[in-house]
C-alpha cells in the first residue's frame, strides 16, 4: 500500500524496526510512525504509538538535518549535519550508548562518539554499532551472543567501546541482526586469532 501521508514530503532514504519505521526527507526531516512504547519514535505522543509519520524535533541550538538514521527492535539511531550521534528508545542493555539502562522517549546525544567522524550505524534488536572515518568500529548495547565481538566475554556494555579485533582492518560499513554484526571492511589482514578479515 502506498503511504498517503508521505506524499509530497519528498523521502530519500528509509529504516524499519520490529514495529517502528523511519523516513528521512530530502530537507533534512526525520519522520517516525509505528510501535513507540519503549520510546524508539522519538516524539512526544499522546499514546504509545503512531499510525502518522511525525517529525522528530531536536533540542534548541542543534542541527535536526538528519543524514542518517537506523532502527534497531526499539531503538533508533541517526547522525545529524553536525557529525552527531543521537540515540532514543529503548535502553535495557545500554543499546542507546548512553552509559546506563535508562529507556529515552526524545533524542539523546551519544557522547561517547563526539569527535569520531562517524560515517555508519547498525542497531540491531538489543545492540548498536558505529563506524568511524578512520575505519575504526565502536559497539554498545547486548552482548550475550557474542553480537558485540569483544575480548570481554558476553556481558551488556553501556557506552561505545572500540573493537580491538577489528583495529587491523578499514571497516566502512556495519550491519546488526537479532544477535550478530556484519561488517565490510577495505583490507585483507589477518586478525589477532589468525583468521582472514575478508571483503
Not at 554499532?129 to 566475554?153: I, K, P, R, W
Amino acid at each position: 500500500q502506498q503511504i498517503k501521508t508521505l506524499k509530497g514530503q519528498n523521502p530519500v532514504a528509509i529504516s524499519a524496526g520490529s514495529m517502528h519505521s523511519v523516513v528521512l526527507c530530502d530537507d533534512g526531516s526525520m519522520l517516525t510512525f509505528g510501535f513507540g512504547e519503549k520510546g524508539q519514535l522519538g516524539r512526544r505522543i499522546g499514546g504509545s504509538s503512531s499510525d502518522i509519520p511525525g517529525r522528530v524535533r531536536f533540542p534548541e541550538g542543534v542541527s535536526g538535518n538528519v543524514r542518517l538514521a537506523r532502527c534497531g527492535g526499539s531503538h533508533t539511531l541517526l547522525i545529524n549535519d553536525d557529525n552527531e550521534v543521537w540515540s532514543f528508545g529503548s535502553n535495557a542493555h545500554g543499546q542507546l550508548g548512553l552509559g546506563d539502562r535508562k529507556h529515552r522517549r526524545l533524542p539523546n546525544l551519544v557522547c561517547g562518539l563526539v569527535g569520531k567522524e562517524i560515517i555508519d550505524l547498525g542497531a540491531g534488536l538489543r545492540h548498536s554499532a558505529a563506524v568511524g572515518e578512520d575505519g575504526t568500529c565502536y559497539m554498545f548495547g547486548a552482548g550475550t551472543q557474542g553480537q558485540l565481538g569483544l575480548s570481554n566475554g558476553r556481558e551488556d556494555v553501556l557506552t561505545p567501546r572500540l573493537n580491538p579485533r577489528l583495529s587491523a582492518l578499514r571497516v566502512v560499513a556495519v550491519a546488526c541482526g537479532g544477535g550478530h554484526t556484519m561488517v565490510t571492511t577495505m583490507d585483507m589482514k589477518p586478525t589477532s586469532d589468525g583468521d582472514s578479515g575478508k571483503k
